[in-house]
């Protein structure tokens, strides 16, 4: 998925394979921003993030077969002044 200022990725290579996910932003403004979210699987609440650097995780096994054929979905801020960026990826899990 791309927008005006980076894109999100998300790869799965199988069902039941690990998650490697990522927010990655191409705008000078936002780089060193306040980067805020929360990842959810299925609706539960699984990892959540708080750094001044662009977000990026893994979601191994265990938890990518327990939640096959639920819905992941991204969501947060990046912070940089008094501009915020918001994102919100949502995809199925295999």
Avoid: N
Avoid at 40 to 58: R, T
Avoid at 61 to 80: D, M, N, P, V
């Amino acid at each position: 998925m791309s927008f005006a200022a980076g894109y999100a990725s998300v790869q799965q290579q199988a069902k039941g394979s690990p998650i490697q996910w990522g927010v990655y932003i191409s705008d000078a403004r936002y780089k060193g921003a306040l980067w805020k979210l929360s990842v959810y699987a299925g609706g539960v609440k699984i990892d959540s993030k708080s750094q001044f650097y662009e977000p990026h995780a893994s979601i191994g096994t265990a938890r990518t077969t327990k939640y096959s054929g639920k819905l992941l979905e991204i969501a947060g801020t990046a912070t940089q002044g008094s501009d915020v960026l918001t994102y919100d990826l949502k995809c199925w899990i295999m």
